[in-house]
């Protein structure tokens, strides 16, 4: 998995994503635009998020 700064790119507005955030670590988010974004499950909106990664696909269930 590659992470990302933001300075170099970003997710698409409202795509579900890896976030690491010095004060949390890693968590799931989105980025809302404008240089915010919102971790999941954590009640706070955050400008701070140092580096970003696209969700590892689904588990494929063998036939």
Do not use: F, H
């Not at 300075?7 to 690491?20: A, K």
């Not at 971790?39 to 706070?44: E, F």
């Amino acid at each position: 998995m590659k992470w990302i700064r933001p300075q170099d790119e970003l997710p698409r507005r409202y795509e579900r994503v890896l976030l690491y955030i010095e004060e949390y670590g890693i968590v799931t988010g989105c980025y809302n635009g404008n240089g915010v974004w919102t971790p999941d499950n954590l009640g706070i909106v955050d400008e701070t998020a140092s580096y970003w990664a696209p969700l590892p696909p689904l588990p494929k269930e063998d036939d």
